[in-house]
């Protein structure tokens, strides 16, 4: 064991390396088959969060338990509570970023003995950043005698470490680290070390590129329509050197420029790719799927349909040239960022293959292409819809709406959707909602209004519908399997922004409200972050929810089996054990509800040879099992449970599996509430137990 | 029958020391642990150094998960208002976790414990975690005897 510090610049590189021989599990690589193993994200760069392994199944799932489990306190100068990292395990090490550090960590996948560790000290740049804490995980890349791991630090700092070690690579970018402040054909504002735009995504490592797109901060009340952009980019993995760029919102001249109106190109920012990139290494093409442009709600300072926001986009591996796109969203007025990651499926259409292309979304649309024309598989057709009223806003009237398959969540609001377990709750929430402005599937946000409407009523936006953990899919039966929250209500109001907070015309708020500027996820959360700034007392608390019970009805949120072959939902589940709330309600006493699934948004899936596995985000105290969560596993043939293990949190990152030295393992991070995050790896007992 | 009064003693010396030793939790935050007076003093404190993350209204966002509602409250059910005193005291605010004395943890702590509708008292929350360990978070409110 010992310990190594370097001086670089202002940057502390502090890099505690534990090695232990690893000569037994390369052995054990050299004949292991890849099935075996997780060595990207989502499985693969295809998205599919999928491993053909059976020794865990319906017969044995309950009797799974704890192998190990690493607690992530220490890897951060304090505790994280959302931890939502999936882990790699390829040949014999398993990889994750853990802890307020964003440290990278490799375990014993058996033990879970640690390896070694990796942190990077960033001080004000990390302490700055808009997305910190331990991001989503890493990548892998080996040619068969180097293997790398890659990820990117709060601070916007793609780092290329030894596998084997847990050092930085000299040969990579500038002593193993390239700035992704730089090189970005833009000059990051008001400078590099504050300058907005991190990412918490795992990079992609495909052939010899390594790619990485960019996240910024909560865009509700954004402070000006200014901000940095999005591009995306691909680097030589070898040697860190910038092989291409993708500008997401157009350069004059380029294709795209004239749907930004008034040159709003030139200084709308955003219109990143903050979630997963997919990859199809035999085509050599990789789909970028986009967010939404500077400020979420308020299109007014961004005339036109603004491309590529909340558009899917192909480029081509080696150059990054657009070969095809399919705008989701025409000017993003609803916060449906493209979330997750584009899954890729060969799949039999009409008796003829095809190379298709699923994305999942927060609309609850599962938009299926083509993947080499773009081509959509099934019609979507450009339908009408509602223009709103808000000053200065430029609206488009239509929007493409898929014909196949169906929606797998609501996605708008209408007064069928409110809770009706009785007729007297029924009414109280339609009084609650008369307040509000409600319609389908893209109906617009209004302006607050202190008479009414407050706003729109919501879902299937900001939240979703499917955010980042996004869908899974069985290439074997050509079926998508996708958790989607089917309650998650946003009120979407606008305000005039206050002139002292925002330049922009109209943020988000409600009327006879102080506006609230919103921060992301981990913004100021991590290590090294600066206090919050002050705040006046608000004047009154509403909650959107009747007596504490949710103000739609049941499922709340659900798992939905999709064959691609057909565009039709084979079944569908409410997933999670029915709410406390709900449960232990005094007015719902003697009712028979059946299960209802929970509120939330950040259910990944796994699927294997005969499971779809997904944990409860959502704690829950039953007769069954204490206060804790509960793994899930399904038949994925009908979605019938067969079985379910206790977690002692909610499942905060999406699971993994794999197998070694003959036994299967599933991995998944827990955390929430008073319970810091901690990575959960279960087993089945060795034989004679 | 022959007593053994050594045995007897300690017995009732064992019996002493456990019920010494016993967690105290007698109480509920359904039994008034808090005052009103104390639940403004929070709000104040909750507005300029939480809010910014967990929302004004205390329902989250993205960042931070809500304070109130069904979910907020399971998550904490069963546990004592020790737990949510030093979830609160150790790692909140998040840029600088410690930064808000006791009073003010406290202050906060009353001010959630009244925006999810449990009840007032007429005596302030303590702000100490060993004497919150008495108090028990329970989501439910219990039936009356």
Redesign the interface.
């Known amino acids: 064991m010992f310990s190594r510090m370097v001086r670089n610049g202002s940057l502390r590189l502090v890099c505690w390396v534990v090695m232990f021989s690893l000569t037994p599990a390369v052995a054990w690589a050299q004949n292991h088959p890849k099935d075996t193993e997780w060595p990207s994200y989502a499985a693969d760069t295809a998205g599919t969060r999928y491993r053909p392994l059976d020794q865990i199944n319906a017969s044995n799932f309950s009797d799974l338990e704890i192998a190990w489990r690493i607690k992530t306190d220490n890897f951060g100068d304090r505790p994280e509570y959302k931890l939502e990292g999936t882990p790699l395990m390829v040949n014999g090490v398993l990889y994750a970023t853990a802890g307020s550090r964003r440290a990278v960590i490799a375990l014993d996948p058996e033990s879970g003995e640690l390896l070694w560790i990796h942190g990077e000290h960033e001080g004000k740049r990390g302490g700055a950043a808009p997305r910190q804490l331990s991001g989503r995980g890493l990548a892998y890349w080996s040619d068969g005698v180097d293997e790398r791991i890659l990820y990117v630090t709060p601070g916007f700092r793609l780092i290329c470490l030894d596998a084997k070690t847990g050092q930085r690579v000299p040969s990579f970018g500038e002593n193993g680290v390239v700035d992704l402040k730089r090189h970005d054909d833009q000059e990051i504002f008001p400078d590099l070390e504050t300058g907005e735009i991190g990412m918490q995504s795992a990079p992609v490592v495909a052939k010899d590129t390594v790619m990485v797109g960019a996240a910024f901060r909560e865009g509700m009340t954004p402070k000006s329509m200014r901000n940095n952009k999005g591009y995306v980019r691909g680097f030589d993995v070898r040697t860190g050197r910038r092989l291409w760029i993708f500008h997401t919102i157009p350069r004059k001249g380029e294709f795209g420029y004239d749907t930004w109106l008034n040159g709003s190109a030139e200084y709308t920012g955003n219109t990143g790719v903050w979630t997963q990139i997919s990859v199809d290494e035999q085509l050599g093409l990789v789909y970028l799927p986009v967010e939404s442009p500077t400020s979420d709600f308020y299109g007014g300072h961004r005339h036109g349909d603004n491309l590529f926001g909340e558009t899917l986009v192909c480029v081509d591996l080696k150059t990054g040239e657009r070969k095809w796109h399919f705008q989701l969203v025409h000017h993003a007025l609803w916060d449906m960022d493209i979330s997750s990651a584009p899954i890729l499926a060969d799949i039999t259409v009409d008796k003829k293959p095809v190379k298709a292309v699923a994305q999942p979304t927060k609309q609850g649309f599962l938009y299926v292409f083509d993947r080499v024309t773009g081509k959509p598989i099934w019609p979507m057709p450009e339908k009408p819809v509602e223009v709103g009223t808000v000053p200065g806003e430029w609206y488009s009237h239509t929007q493409p709406i898929p014909s196949k398959p169906p929606a797998y969540n609501r996605n708008g609001v209408s007064i069928d959707d409110l809770i009706d377990f009785t007729p007297a709750l029924r009414e109280r929430a339609k009084e609650i909602a008369s307040k509000y402005h409600l319609g389908p599937v893209y109906t617009p946000p209004t302006v607050s209004k202190l008479e009414g409407p407050l706003g729109t009523l919501t879902m299937g936006t900001a939240s979703g519908g499917t955010n980042w953990p996004g869908g899974s899919y069985d290439p074997e039966t050509h079926v998508v399997y996708v958790y989607a929250c089917n309650s998650c209500i946003e009120p979407i109001g606008l305000v005039p922004a206050p002139k002292d907070i925002s330049d922009l015309n109209y943020i988000a708020g409600v009327a006879g409200r102080d506006v609230q500027i919103m921060r992301g996820p981990g913004e100021n959360a991590g290590a090294d972050s600066p206090k919050p700034p002050k705040k006046r007392p608000a004047s009154q608390y509403v909650r959107l929810d009747v007596d504490g019970l949710p103000l739609v009805k049941p499922p709340y949120g659900t798992i939905s089996a999709i064959n691609l072959d057909k565009g039709e939902i084979v079944w569908q589940i409410p997933h999670g054990e029915t709410p406390d709330v709900v449960r232990n309600a005094e007015l719902l006493k003697g009712m028979n509800i059946p299960r209802t699934g929970q509120e939330t948004y950040n259910v990944g899936t796994l699927v294997t040879k005969t499971l779809v596995i997904a944990g409860e985000a959502q704690v829950t105290t039953t007769a069954d099992h204490p206060r804790g969560a509960m793994l899930r596993a399904y038949d994925k043939a009908t979605g019938k449970e067969v079985g379910a293990v206790y977690m002692p949190a909610p499942e905060s990152g999406s699971p993994m599996t794999y197998m070694i030295h003959g036994k299967q393992y599933i991995v998944v991070a827990v955390s929430g509430g008073p319970y810091s995050g901690e990575y959960i790896a279960y087993t089945l007992p060795s034989a004679g137990e | 029958m022959k007593i053994s009064w050594l045995g007897v003693a300690v017995i009732v010396s064992s019996f002493c020391f456990l019920r010494a030793q016993a967690p105290a939790e007698t109480r509920s935050v359904w039994d008034g642990v808090y005052t009103e007076e104390q639940a403004k003093r929070g ?2 404190v909750y ?3 939480c ?3 967990h ?5 989250g ?5 809500p304070l ?12 004592s208002l020790s ?2 005193f030093d ?1 609160i005291r150790k ?1 909140m ?5 410690g ?1 808000l004395t006791r009073q003010q943890d406290a202050d906060v702590l009353a001010f959630l414990l009244n ?1 999810n509708k449990f009840p007032a008292g007429k005596t302030e929350l303590y702000r100490q975690s060993e004497m919150l360990k008495e108090i028990r978070f329970e ?2 409110k219990p039936a009356k005897n």
């Open positions: 709000e104040e507005q300029k150094e809010a910014a993350c929302g004004d209204m205390l329902t966002g993205e960042s931070a998960p109130t509602g069904g979910a907020f409250q399971a998550n904490w059910n069963g546990l737990d949510l979830r790692t605010p998040q840029s600088k976790p930064r925006i989501a439910k």
